[in-house]
T-cell receptor
Framework: GAVVSQHPSWVICKSGTSVKIECRSL??????MFWYRQFPKQSLMLMAT?????????EQGVEKDKFLINHASLTLSTLTVTSAHPEDSSFYIC?????????????FGNGTRLTVT | GQNIDQPTEMTATEGAIVQINCTYQTSGFNGLFWYQQHAGEAPTFLSYNVLDGLEEKGRFSSFLSRSKGYSYLLLKELQMKDSASYLCAVRDSNYQLIWGAGTKLIIKP
């Protein structure tokens, strides 16, 4: 089956520092990847759509200068949380679909739990 | 606006059957997905419905009625490991996934 690998699984950083999260599609090419954030006991919130070779599309209310997305290849997208603050502490999950068609489900990475102290 | 409703929490007994409902109001419809999410983990894909009717996959079945904007996930022969949140998601006319808040299922022995 389709595998999406996300790294790191968890990270603790100090306020004001930056954190990079990697998302790789291991056995398929993903022209599009999706970055989600999930706060405790809440549903998934789409942050941005990462497009290979072009700029990411951010959802309303998500600061593009704070959450930098780079999709340099068909198998790798990165999310960098810049100048992190405690309110950025959350569970970040990337996902991708094997095919760009309606029936193709999203496959998720294992998520990154970010704690900003 | 777009909206997906699911019960917040349900409790069931090991070995029993439980039905988790999902109603939706979206801009167009291009399929409905069910995902399972264990605490602290990412969601995993369970089922997909785009036509009316029942799709069966082992102990799990999913039903769709497009005219009613309604789906349910049926879990049979419940096991303790089925304790998780179950997320309903609809793909709208722009092929965007709209997510429900999830139903936390608690299985008791």
């Amino acid at each position: 089956g389709a595998v999406v690998s996300q790294h790191p699984s968890w990270v603790i950083c100090k306020s004001g520092t930056s954190v990079k999260i990697e998302c790789r599609s291991l056995d398929f090419q993903a022209t599009t990847m999706f970055w989600y954030r999930q706060f405790p006991k809440q549903s998934l919130m789409l942050m941005a759509t990462s497009n290979e070779g072009s700029k990411a599309t951010y959802e309303q209310g998500v600061e593009k200068d704070k959450f930098l997305i780079n999709h340099a290849s068909l198998t790798l997208s990165t999310l960098t949380v810049t100048s992190a603050h405690p309110e950025d502490s959350s569970f970040y999950i990337c996902s991708a679909a094997v095919r760009q068609e309606g029936s193709s489900p999203l496959h998720f990475g294992n998520g990154t739990r970010l704690t900003v102290t | 606006g777009q909206n997906i409703d699911q019960p917040t929490e349900m409790t069931a007994t090991e070995g029993a059957i439980v039905q988790i409902n999902c109603t939706y109001q979206t801009s167009g419809f291009n399929g409905l997905f069910w995902y399972q999410q264990h605490a602290g983990e990412a969601p995993t894909f369970l089922s997909y419905n785009v036509l009316d009717g029942l799709e069966e996959k082992g102990r799990f079945s999913s039903f769709l009625s497009r005219s009613k904007g309604y789906s349910y996930l049926l879990l049979k022969e419940l096991q303790m490991k089925d304790s998780a949140s179950y997320l309903c998601a609809v793909r709208d006319s722009n092929y965007q996934l709209i997510w429900g808040a999830g139903t936390k299922l608690i299985i008791k022995p």
